[in-house]
């Protein structure tokens, strides 16, 4: 080894330099071989384990990926499989089978168009507490639809009407108070205005709604809201129209009239007016066959009048004619341009012909139908106003002349103005050409409309 001092060549392990006499450390009598190999120690991985080490992190990095990608895959294959297998069930009507499906498809992905159906299904089963715990759990990814807000609605009221029928109102209102909050719509707030009450509601017009919130009595008032009659509407089990009597509450007679055997594809209207010292009334039934009127009967105290319908298409599914026959033996009949949103029709009863111009709006709805004779009289026109969702905010009907007509009151003339709540129509008003009120109307949720006719 050499001395640290003066470089002097000594032993290895020498504790004094033989040459310059100074005495040596432990630190500096290291072999010069172990030094060397102390500098050569390095501070980092050699660049080929760096290398190694990170093709090894890349290719378990990649076979990760790939393995989660799979798996994502996998299931979003099997749960599109499990919605498309449990939609066709719904549209079959397999309800029970959907369940079995959407259930699958729910839980692992589809969450809102899976729930709505699942919820469906539930519904159709009435396993409407199954249906409302599905509603729950979508209820942000739905707060946009009303349509679905709607159904959401109607499950919540069928198990408030559960509850009701144990008499448990407690559990009802918590129900109730959920479906007004979806829908806004004040048939609901009737319920529960009633229950808070006891089991009736008046409202300010003298109205009486029951548990169900539909009308139990219903006034007919006059502009200054003054009564002139009411009527008591008596229900069936299934809270349709078993029958009515009006009367004034100035005096003791009273008509009593029924109605009909209800079905749900037919639209009903209970019409009542004075009529001396008591009251008349009709009830029109009309029959539904996918949206199209296959039969109209009205009934009134002295006679019985039938109107049924049958259409004829072409291959493309458009109307090309009309054949309308009443009970009396009249025959109608209208032919109509092969096209959609025709502008015009031919109508021929008996020895008279007439021709019907239509005009639409922009969504293809009727805006006014103006029906002459020889082109020359009107004998008809109808004139309607649409709200924004579609629905018929004022009809206005003029008539003069135009036979085969269903009977009603004051038919010549009639604005008809119908007010809505969550889309439901709930009360309308006729005036006369003078704006004079000449009627009132409610409509009873599940039965239809109850027009209240003053006198003339």
């Known amino acids: 080894m050499k001395c640290p001092y003066c470089n002097a060549e000594i032993e290895d392990g020498a504790k004094f330099c033989t040459n310059c006499g100074k005495a040596l450390t432990s630190s500096e009598t290291v072999p ?27 290719i378990a990095a990649a ?25 066709e069930a719904y549209e079959a009507g397999d309800y029970e089978t959907s369940i079995e499906h959407l259930k699958n498809s729910f839980r692992f992905g589809k ?60 559990g009802a209102m918590v129900y109730l108070q959920k479906q007004y909050e979806l829908t806004q719509d004040e048939t609901i707030n009737n319920r529960i205005k009633a229950i808070q009450n006891g089991g009736t509601y008046a409202d300010e017009t003298g109205n009486i709604y029951n548990l169900d919130g539909k009308i139990e009595t219903a006034v007919c008032a006059d502009e200054k809201g003054n009564e002139i009659y009411r009527a008591d509407l008596v229900y ?7 029958f009515a009597k009006a009367y004034s509450s100035a005096g003791t007679k009273r008509s009593v009239f ?57 291959s493309e599914g458009f109307v090309t004619k009309e054949t309308i026959e009443t009970g009396s033996g009249d ?13 015009h029709a031919v109508l021929t009863i008996g020895d008279e012909t007439y021709i019907a111009g239509l005009t639409y709006n922009s969504a293809g709805q009727i805006e006014t139908l103006n029906i002459t004779r020889n082109f020359l009289q009107t004998v008809m026109r109808i004139t309607n106003e649409y709200n924004d969702d579609g629905t018929v905010k004022e009809t206005v009907t003029k008539i003069s002349g135009m036979p085969l007509v269903p009977w009603m009151p004051h038919l010549n003339y009639r604005r008809t103005i119908t007010s809505y709540s969550a889309h439901r129509p709930v009360t309308r008003t006729v ?15 599940g039965c239809g409309w109850l027009m209240m006719y003053l006198p003339d």
Not at 115 to 142: C, M
């Open 32 to 58: 010069e071989t172990a030094e060397a190999d102390t500098e050569k120690l390095p501070d980092e991985p050699p660049k080929k384990q760096m290398e190694k080490l990170i093709r090894i992190l890349v």
């Open 63 to 87: 076979v990760l990926v790939t393995a989660a990608l799979g798996i994502t895959l996998g299931v979003s294959s099997f749960v599109n499989r499990q919605y498309k297998a449990g939609q």
């Open 111 to 170: 969450k809102e168009d899976s729930g709505i159906l699942l919820a469906d299904s539930y519904a159709k089963l009435g396993r409407f507490e199954e249906s409302y715990q599905v509603y729950t759990k979508i209820e942000d990814l739905i707060s946009s639809k009303e349509d679905i807000k709607a159904r959401y609605g109607d499950v919540c009221g069928q198990i408030a009407y559960s509850y009701l029928s144990t008499n448990d109102t407690e």
């Open 236 to 242: 069936d089990h299934n809270g349709n129209w078993k």
């Open 258 to 314: 029924g109605t009909f055997e209800w079905n749900p594809d037919t639209e009903y209207e209970l019409t009542v007016y004075p009529s001396g010292d008591s009251w008349s009334w009709i009830a029109r039934g009309t029959e539904k066959e996918n949206d199209e009127i296959r039969k109209i009967t009205a009934l009134s105290e002295v006679s019985k009048q039938i109107m049924s319908f049958s259409r004829t298409y072409n």
């Open 331 to 343: 025959i109608a009949e209208i032919e109509w341009p092969a096209e959609e949103n025709p502008e």
């Open 431 to 445: 005036l006369d050409e003078n704006g004079k009120l000449i009627a009132r109307g409610y409509y009873i949720s």
